[in-house]
């Protein structure tokens, strides 16, 4: 029989919940010292299609982010991977995605557990599981920042090998951009946990595109003269699957000797107190309809 969830916690959420919506709060947000690391489910409705759509995203975005992990690694280790700000661009893009990737996990984890079944009187609802808010400050995980101009602008001219992983790199960020879009786009992606998650993810590489662009501006020599092997580029077999597309790399590799094109939205600087496209305003501890949930 599927747990049943308390009544007094679904009738708190549910009395809570119009204060909460209006605090604006990413639910995926870092941890800040002192803040208490309070955990929280969010549920829906069950819905197949809700979770076939939200199962498709997953297994295009997490080893999309698992090669932006491997391609980082494989320029740190490049004894001509020069550029301080690309340098701390590969050190962030591992350290964040890693978190990331532990959020889209943990999604999965619930997105296929058994719904639970909420008691009011003799009327049964069953709810399904979808997320869990609180991670960042119950792992006390800290996002590592994100070079700006200063350290574009800082040490020698870019190498072949720093305009190379811009370029590789820009494409990889662009196919992330896509499935945002496209799970945006999609009726049936309903998960609000998804949606604040996409909107860091496309802020985020927006942003990182234009920092490589203009590292590769910087480049002394001819930058369309250097050319990105498609095996450079990591983990887009899920982005092509997720596309109904063939091949290795979903049609991206066949561009692979320029930069990626510019984000089709415009990015954000701030990821807080912003709400996701075509989601409505969520709450810090107590979650909008889509989402009622109880505290562990």
């Given at each position: 029989?599927?747990?049943?969830?308390?009544?007094?916690?679904?009738?708190?959420?549910?009395?809570?919940?119009?204060?909460?919506?209006?605090?604006?709060?990413?639910?995926?947000?870092?941890?800040?010292?002192?803040?208490?690391?309070?955990?929280?489910?969010?549920?829906?409705?069950?819905?197949?299609?809700?979770?076939?759509?939200?199962r498709r995203?997953?297994?295009?975005?997490?080893?999309?982010?698992?090669?932006?992990?491997?391609?980082?690694?494989?320029?740190?280790?490049?004894?001509?991977?020069?550029?301080?700000?690309?340098?701390?661009?590969?050190?962030?893009?591992?350290?964040?995605?890693?978190?990331?990737?532990?959020?889209?996990?943990?999604v999965s984890?619930?997105?296929?557990?058994?719904?639970?079944?909420?008691?009011?009187?003799?009327?049964?609802?069953?709810?399904?599981?979808?997320?869990?808010?609180?991670?960042?400050?119950?792992?006390?995980?800290?996002?590592?920042?994100?070079?700006?101009?200063?350290?574009?602008?800082?040490?020698?001219?870019?190498?072949?090998?720093?305009?190379?992983?811009?370029?590789?790199?820009?494409?990889?960020?662009?196919?992330?951009?896509?499935?945002?879009?496209?799970?945006?786009?999609?009726?049936?992606?309903?998960?609000?946990f998804l949606?604040?998650?996409?909107?860091?993810?496309?802020?985020?590489?927006?942003?990182?595109?234009?920092?490589?662009?203009?590292?590769?501006?910087?480049?002394?020599?001819?930058?369309?003269?250097?050319?990105?092997?498609?095996?450079?580029?990591?983990?887009?077999?899920?982005?092509?699957?997720?596309?109904?597309?063939?091949?290795?790399?979903?049609?991206?590799?066949?561009?692979?000797?320029?930069?990626?094109?510019?984000?089709?939205?415009?990015?954000?600087?701030?990821?807080?107190?912003?709400?996701?496209?075509?989601?409505?305003?969520?709450?810090?501890?107590?979650?909008?309809?889509?989402?009622?949930?109880?505290?562990?």
């Amino acid at each position: 029989m599927p747990p049943r969830l308390p009544t007094l916690a679904v009738f708190a959420t549910l009395a809570l919940a119009p204060a909460a919506l209006a605090e604006g709060v990413d639910p995926t947000h870092e941890y800040v010292p002192g803040e208490a690391p309070v955990t929280s489910t969010w549920f829906r409705l069950p819905d197949p299609a809700a979770r076939a759509a939200d199962r498709r995203y997953i297994e295009g975005m997490r080893p999309h982010h698992a090669g932006a992990l491997t391609m980082s690694e494989a320029y740190l280790r490049e004894p001509d991977a020069r550029s301080p700000a690309l340098r701390r661009l590969a050190e962030a893009i591992i350290a964040n995605q890693r978190y990331e990737i532990a959020l889209l996990d943990e999604v999965s984890r619930q997105v296929e557990a058994e719904p639970i079944t909420l008691a009011l009187g003799p009327v049964r609802v069953p709810l399904q599981p979808i997320a869990t808010e609180g991670l960042g400050p119950a792992w006390r995980f800290q996002r590592a920042p994100i070079p700006g101009p200063a350290d574009v602008a800082a040490g020698p001219p870019p190498t072949e090998t720093d305009v190379r992983f811009a370029k590789a790199m820009s494409i990889h960020h662009q196919a992330a951009l896509d499935m945002v879009r496209d799970y945006r786009a999609d009726p049936a992606a309903r998960n609000g946990f998804l949606g604040w998650l996409n909107v860091g993810i496309a802020t985020d590489q927006a942003q990182e595109i234009a920092l490589m662009r203009a590292v590769v501006r910087r480049f002394p020599g001819d930058p369309d003269a250097v050319r990105v092997d498609p095996s450079m580029i990591h983990g887009m077999e899920g982005h092509g699957a997720a596309h109904g597309t063939t091949g290795a790399h979903g049609g991206h590799a066949a561009h692979a000797a320029s930069p990626a094109p510019a984000a089709a939205e415009t990015p954000h600087a701030h990821r807080q107190h912003r709400a996701p496209a075509q989601q409505p305003a969520r709450q810090r501890r107590e979650r909008r309809p889509d989402t009622h949930h109880h505290h562990h």
